[in-house]
């Protein structure tokens, strides 16, 4: 465990590792996928259940302090490929996000909501033009008075050539919106802390693939 011990008229915070009895660190992932094929609609459905978290311990000042941080989703699923003409596919589901330290009173427990999508579209002439978006919500909180919202939009505008289509050019623009800002909520040792962090936002890429590929059986390499 780690022990801060911060000296409030300095402003300077020091710290220790020692060893805790009596509580153990906890992390812990679950996600169940349960997909269905709906004949009549000719498109795959289901939904997605997922809960993930980490429980730790550490001292301030020589007080003992407990972080929780967890999240739980419930999504629904939609997909349908048809050969040669289109691939979609979308999940959505609200979620409830806990982060919490017993050394502060107040909490950062609040509502979310996730959602991405994709969509490629093939027409003629080996050109393809793919899309995908993820949006995120989450609710304000005891701490943070502001909802956030983000909408993350890629798009890629590819054509392939020869006849084993082992050349590519693709044109593609990542975070089209502009919205990407490098966001997180985290409970950390004793302190519940809302980031933006810098992070590469919206950019064009034109590129030239090129799919190295092994005869006799051999396995193929990019």
């Not at 992390?27 to 993930?52: C, E, H, P, T, W």
């Not at 979308?90 to 909501?113: D, E, I, M, R, W």
Request: hydrophobic share 35%; charged share 15%; net charge positive.
């Amino acid at each position: 465990m780690t022990n801060v011990r911060y000296d409030h008229l300095t402003g300077q915070a020091a710290y220790q590792s020692s060893n805790f009895d009596g509580e153990k660190p906890t992390d812990y992932r679950l996600s169940i996928n349960v997909r269905r094929k709906v004949q009549k609609l000719g498109m795959n459905a289901g939904f997605n259940l997922y809960a993930y978290g980490n429980l730790y311990y550490s001292f301030s000042n020589d007080v003992v302090n407990r972080t929780k941080s967890s999240s739980y989703i419930v999504q629904g699923t939609i997909s349908k490929s048809v050969e040669d003409k289109f691939d979609i596919y979308l999940n959505a589901g609200p979620g409830y996000v806990v982060s919490q330290s017993s050394l502060q009173s107040a909490n950062n427990n609040g509502k979310s909501f996730n959602a991405d999508g994709g969509l490629t579209i093939y027409f003629p002439g080996k050109i393809q033009f793919s899309s995908d978006a993820q949006y995120t919500y989450l609710a304000k909180t005891q701490i943070f008075d502001r909802s956030f919202h983000q909408v993350l939009l890629n798009a890629t505008l590819a054509r392939k050539f020869f006849k084993k289509e082992n050349l590519q050019l693709a044109l593609s623009g990542n975070d089209l919106l502009n919205q990407n800002t490098g966001f997180n909520r985290v409970a950390n040792y004793n302190v519940i802390q809302q980031t933006q962090e810098s992070t590469i936002r919206r950019y064009i890429k034109l590129a030239v693939i090129w799919n190295f590929t092994h005869e006799g059986g051999a396995s193929g390499q990019n």
